[in-house]
C-alpha cells in the first residue's frame, strides 16, 4: 500500500470502528504497487463500502439510529480509501455527515468564498451550557495534504470538548476547495474570519489556527497575515526550511510526487529540480520579507516528532530565526505529525491554546 496511507490509516480505522485484521485481510488482496486509481483498488474497497451503507439503510428503517451511524462510518471510511486528487469524494461526504445526523450532531455545511473561488466547511460546537450566555472561542481546523474535512472531525471532537466551537476546512485542490495551493490561498482564513464576525454565538477575540501536516503551512502563513487570528498551532507542517533547496532535494520520493500534482506539473515529466525551484516561493521568509511587530508577537506552537522524514527538522528553528514568537513540543519517540502521541499532543495544545486565549476550564 502507498506510503500515503500509513499516517491516516490507523486513526481512521479508530473512528470508523473497523477492526484491524478485518481491513487487512481486504487490502491484502489489493496486487502489490496498486493505488486508487487503478479499477481493482477501486472494486476491493467499493464491496465492503456498499455492504455497510446496506446494512445503515436496514437500521434505519428499523428504527436504530445508532446501529445505522455505526454502519454509515464504517461504509465511509472504505469509501476514503477510494479517494482520488483533485476529486470531491461526494460518497464519503454523504456517509459521514448521514452517521453524524443519526446521533443529533450534524456537521453543519457551510459554504466560504474568495472571489470566484468556493470552499466549504464543516461547523461544529460543543453544546451550550445551562443558563449561559458565553460566546465561544474558536479553532479553525485545517487538514494536511489531501486529508478530507472528514477525517478531522476526531481533532475536533477533543477541542469541542474543551469548550472550543470549531471549524473544519480542506487544503486547497483538496475535497471541496476550490482554491489552488498556493500562497496567496490563504486569503481563505479572511473568508473564515468574515464568516465568525458574523457570528454572534462566537468570541471574535479568541480566535485561533490549527494546521494538520501541509496544512500547517497555509494555517501559519494565513494566521501570520491576518492580525484576526490570535495563535497558531502547526502540527508536523512545513513553513521555511522544508520549501529550501537543501531539503527539496532530499525529501522522500513518494511525497515529491503528490507535491508536483499539486504544482500542475507531471510528477513523470518533472524533474525534482523544476518542481523545487517552484516550491521555493512558499517559504515563509519569503512571503512574510518584513514582519509587522503583531506578527512576530503572535504565539505559535509547532508539534512534530524527532523521527520526523517528510518536513525539514528544522522548521522550529527556522521561524525562530526569523523572530518568530515558537513554541517546540517534540516527540522523541514519534515520526511525522506525532501521530503515535496524537492524544497527548491535543491536550497539550489544548492546554496552551487556553493560556493564550485567556480561556477558563
Known sequence: ??????????????????????????????????????????????????????????AEERGDSAAASAEYKKAAFYLRMNRLPKR???ADLQATERAHALL???????????GAKEFIGYFRAPPARPGSNEKLPVLVILGGLDNLKTEMIRHSDHFMGRGFAAIIVENPDTGENQLGFRPESSVMFDAVADYIKTRGDLDSSRVAVYGWSMGGYLGTLGGLRNDFYKAIVNIGGPSDSSFGQAHCKIAP???????TVLANMNPQTTSRQAMCKYYE?????RQLKMPTAVQLR????????????LVSRDEPASLAALGFNVTQLVFGDDGHTAESNMREHFEFTA???????????
Request: proline share 7%; with cysteine; hydrophobic share 45%.
Open 351 to 361: 492546554n496552551w491554546l487556553m493560556r493564550r486565549l485567556k480561556m477558563e476550564d
Open 88 to 90: 470531491v469524494p461526494a
Open 253 to 259: 520520493a513518494w511525497i515529491v510526487a503528490p507535491y
Open 1 to 58: 500500500m502507498h506510503p500515503s496511507f500509513k499516517f491516516n490509516i490507523c486513526w481512521w480505522l479508530e473512528d470508523a470502528g473497523v477492526e484491524a485484521s478485518t481491513f487487512d485481510d481486504i487490502a491484502g488482496t489489493l496486487p502489490e504497487h496498486s493505488g486508487p486509481s487503478q479499477a481493482v483498488w477501486q472494486a476491493t474497497f467499493s464491496k465492503p463500502a456498499q455492504m455497510h451503507l446496506e446494512r445503515a439503510r436496514v
Open 104 to 114: 443529533g450532531k450534524p456537521l453543519q455545511r457551510i459554504a466560504f468564498k474568495t
Open 281 to 285: 516561493a512558499f517559504q515563509l521568509s
Open 298 to 309: 503572535k504565539p505559535i506552537l509547532m508539534v512534530n516528532g524527532a523521527r520526523e522524514d
